[in-house]
């Protein structure tokens, strides 16, 4: 496989652009030409592997607690449009429909994309999601 280079790698995706770590950023990094998207990994409390920097959700989401006390299904619920600000400090993004993805759902997302994950919990991650 040829890589060019300099390799292109999106931190976070477009994070400058939308919601860091989401399917919006990802999808606005490789728009833009992007040859790999940079992504963190927490665990949810039933061991779902969850695309987000932050051990906590307070920063993406605008909640309290840390994403391994929480589940999968609660995570998806949230608003990940709600950490993002512009350059004049609104949030374009809130109410958005902006959520958390799995890792699984990025991979499937962009089967095409390059990926460097950065897996910031402990344990093993599985990529099956049941």
């Known amino acids: 496989m040829m890589v060019p280079v300099p390799l292109v790698i999106a931190h ?6 939308a919601p860091e770590n989401t399917i919006a950023a990802f999808e606005r990094a490789l728009t833009d030409g992007a040859d790999a998207i940079q992504l963190d990994v927490h665990l949810s409390r039933d061991d779902h592997p969850v695309v987000i920097h932050d051990p906590t959700l307070e ?16 995570i998806r619920a949230l608003d990940a449009g709600a950490g993002f600000r512009d350059a004049a400090g609104g949030q374009p993004f809130l109410g958005r429909g902006i959520r958390v993805a799995s890792l699984a759902e990025a991979f ?19 990529l099956a999601e049941t």
């Open 108 to 126: 499937e997302r962009f089967p095409e994309a390059r990926f460097n994950l950065e897996l910031k919990c402990e344990g093993e991650v599985v």
């Open 59 to 74: 920063r993406a989401c605008g909640v309290p607690g840390a994403v391994s006390e929480w589940t999968w299904q609660a």
């Open 12 to 17: 976070r995706g477009a994070s400058a652009a």
